[in-house]
């Protein structure tokens, strides 16, 4: 069964297991992981007992607007649904907001944020600079 909690409070090896089981390069700065998560505003984690499995997190302006920035599910959890399950319960947070805005990382997964309710803002277009 898997458990859902909010907290900020995580070991830097629970991150680094869990962003480098899907790849992600933020997993080699798992120190400052662990100092971002706590200064999200929400932040949503999936457990399988003390095992990490997978987390939501989001900043906010306070009232109108959220940038849900991670989701990542280890891969031997994915299709369990625990992402739809975080993604909810990020709704819910910010269900009085104007806008709760992500980026899919890539193509594949625009149809899943779509089923979620997102949909694609046509003529924008995501970008980044990246500083390490």
């Given at each position: 069964?898997?458990?859902y909690k909010m907290i900020k409070n995580f070991e830097e090896q629970q991150l680094k297991e869990l962003f480098t089981s899907v790849g992600w390069i933020s997993a080699n700065y798992s120190d400052r992981l662990v100092?971002?998560?706590?200064q999200s505003d929400?932040?949503?984690s999936a457990?399988?007992?003390?095992?990490?499995?997978g987390l939501i997190n989001a900043i906010d302006d306070g009232e109108?607007?959220?940038y849900a920035h991670y989701?990542?599910?280890r891969p031997e959890y994915q299709s369990m649904k625990i992402g739809s399950n975080l993604i909810t319960k990020l709704k819910k947070v910010y269900e009085g907001y104007l806008y709760l805005v992500l980026t899919a990382e890539n193509e594949n997964l625009i149809p899943f944020y779509q089923k979620m309710g997102f949909k694609v803002i046509e003529g924008a277009l995501p970008m980044a600079l990246q500083t390490l």
């Amino acid at each position: 069964m898997i458990d859902y909690k909010m907290i900020k409070n995580f070991e830097e090896q629970q991150l680094k297991e869990l962003f480098t089981s899907v790849g992600w390069i933020s997993a080699n700065y798992s120190d400052r992981l662990v100092k971002a998560l706590s200064q999200s505003d929400t932040v949503i984690s999936a457990w399988d007992g003390s095992k990490l499995v997978g987390l939501i997190n989001a900043i906010d302006d306070g009232e109108l607007t959220a940038y849900a920035h991670y989701l990542l599910i280890r891969p031997e959890y994915q299709s369990m649904k625990i992402g739809s399950n975080l993604i909810t319960k990020l709704k819910k947070v910010y269900e009085g907001y104007l806008y709760l805005v992500l980026t899919a990382e890539n193509e594949n997964l625009i149809p899943f944020y779509q089923k979620m309710g997102f949909k694609v803002i046509e003529g924008a277009l995501p970008m980044a600079l990246q500083t390490l």
